[in-house]
Structures are given as structure tokens and as C-alpha cells.
């Protein structure tokens, strides 16, 4: 996919930037709340937006409305702990890993499945790289070991990729909606 326009770059970063900012505090989501959006926005930004700088942004409001969130709005600080900084690694993985594909990102099926795909692997692997820092790490368990980790995991791991792919889905088929009404609308615009 050739790169976005600067003006669509930045309304779709805003767009992100808001969507962030209407979901992070809800982690799970409710009947009034969608489910923590900031996975898939961080795979979708290297897909779409791919700049660092928005990268760096994006790693700066998750913890402002993290920091917000604790200290404004009574939301518990148990997940704040040294393994915190691994968020870091853990959301360059999405966006990098979407960033790497987005030069393959063309509006097919076929992408638009490979696309899926990696976000599938990134997500899992973001998600192993927070929890386990967060299980070996965090000091929050006070003798960790391998048979209750792996139960953790697969106790939450599975609730945050199916976060993460509803999401990736939707923007995907929304992207492929869109390529193919633009080019629906070209083409009749070329006619007699």
C-alpha cells in the first residue's frame, strides 16, 4: 500500500488518538464501554500510519490516560509495577509488525487475510511479552512458576488477541469496503 496522504495521516491519527483515548479506560469493556482498543491500534498505526514519531506519541497517551485513569479516576494501580516499561517492546511489536507489512497491504482478500495473520502472531506475541514480564517480573506473585503462568496465559491471553483481531477485522473489512467503493466510484466516473 503506498503511503497515505499527510492530511489523511493525521485525521486517521486523531481518529486512533481518539478511539485510544474513548476505550483505554475500560479495559473489558461493558454495555457502555467497547473492550481496550490500544492493541489493534498500535498494529493498525504501523499498518496505516507507520511513522515513529506517531509510535512514540501513541506509547506517550496510553500511559497518560493510564496515569489519568489511576490517579484520577479511582482505577486500580495493581498492573503498575517495574514490569510496566514492557509495554514498550510489547506495542513496538504490533506496530512494527504492521509496519513490516504494510508495503504487502493491497486491497484483496488475499492481503487483507495475510494482514489478519500478522496481526494474529503480533498480538500473541505483544501479549506474551506484558504478561510474562508482568507474571516474572512485577513482584505481584510471590513464587512464580511455570504451571501457574501458563494457566494465567491461557486464562487471559485468549480474551486480548480476540480483543485485538475483532478490532483488526473490522478496520481491515472497512479498509476493503472503502478501496472498493473508491474504485467503484472511478470507475464510473471514467464512463460515457
Request: one cysteine or more; aromatic letters at 16%; hydrophobic letters at 55%.
Amino acid at each position: 500500500m503506498k503511503s497515505l496522504t499527510r492530511r489523511v495521516n493525521l485525521v486517521l491519527f486523531a481518529a486512533f488518538a481518539a478511539l485510544m483515548v474513548a476505550t483505554r479506560f475500560h479495559h473489558f469493556g461493558d454495555v457502555l464501554h467497547l473492550p481496550d482498543a490500544s492493541m489493534a491500534l498500535f498494529f493498525l498505526g504501523g499498518l496505516y500510519l507507520r511513522r515513529h514519531w506517531q509510535f512514540a506519541v501513541f506509547i506517550a497517551l496510553a500511559v497518560a490516560i493510564d496515569w489519568v485513569a489511576i490517579e484520577h479516576a479511582g482505577v486500580s494501580d495493581f498492573c503498575v509495577t517495574p514490569a510496566y516499561s514492557f509495554l514498550l517492546p510489547a506495542y513496538a511489536v504490533l506496530w512494527y509488525g504492521g509496519r513490516a507489512f504494510s508495503g504487502r497491504l493491497q486491497p484483496t482478500w488475499i492481503s487483507m487475510l495475510g494482514a489478519s495473520g500478522v496481526a494474529l502472531l503480533c498480538a500473541t506475541l505483544s501479549f506474551a511479552i506484558s504478561n510474562g514480564a508482568f507474571y516474572w517480573l512485577g513482584g505481584r506473585y510471590e513464587n512464580p512458576h511455570l504451571g501457574e503462568y501458563l494457566a494465567r496465559a491461557w486464562q487471559w491471553g485468549p480474551l486480548f488477541v480476540r480483543t485485538t483481531m475483532a478490532y483488526v477485522v473490522v478496520a481491515l473489512a472497512l479498509h476493503g469496503l472503502a478501496t472498493r467503493a473508491l474504485r467503484d466510484r472511478a470507475a464510473h466516473a471514467t464512463q460515457p
